[in-house]
């Protein structure tokens, strides 16, 4: 798999036509969603969450040319691609710049839009994460951290309130003198949640014995097997000359 620079820009420009935005989630959503699929320790076909792309998702997607259904197109593929193949080489992400915290602490509305996509493409596939971990794994307590810090953000700033259950993740990286910190705690989180994601769907791949292998009809025909016209002779006494 190789992977092709995201384009953010052009991504994001498809979203200035009106009638497409209205029918699409917000762009950052979509990149938070996709990125959960991808983490997924199953591989989850395009066609399978395409439908997710949409606020309606029985409607289908009209687009005003073919132009802009394949700038579209180009933009989800390319991040789906790209954190796959990140992932699949065990390397972090590198998520848009837009992705912030403003000075006064506030999450940027493209952070907010990215977490709300993350976490309702992760609670998509929870089914499939709860068969694929122990509750005591290190990868669930990744996925346990993110899940905190991804709801703090989403609700700030109430979540910057105490709350006893909860440790409060995002006032500890919001007090750190890197004001970067809550944002490289995140993308890390997330890569490695991907990584190990990425681990799992290898390691429950079926593993097939030679047993189980079926014969390609390209295989060739010994001497004394049965002849494949169904005649009932061998092969060298029917159809092998």
Known sequence: MTSTKFKINSYLSVFKDKNLSEQLEPPFYLLGLIL?????PELIKPSEWYPLVTKDEDAELEFDNENQASQFMEGIMTWWNYVNHQFSQGKDIVLPSALKFLKSGKPSKPLVEFCEGYINGYDWLEDVWDDAIEDE??????????????????????????????PDVL??????????????????NLSSIGIDGHKLSRERLPVYSPETVIKSPEEKIGRNDPCPCGSGKKFKKCCLH
């Open 36 to 40: 959960a699929v991808s983490s997924a």
């Open 137 to 166: 794994s290190t990868t669930s307590s990744l996925i346990g951290m993110a899940h905190i810090l991804l709801i703090q953000i989403m609700q700030w700033p109430h979540a910057l309130e105490k709350i006893e259950e909860l």
């Open 171 to 188: 006032g500890a990286l919001l007090e750190s003198p890197n004001p970067r910190r809550a944002i490289e705690f995140l993308t890390e």
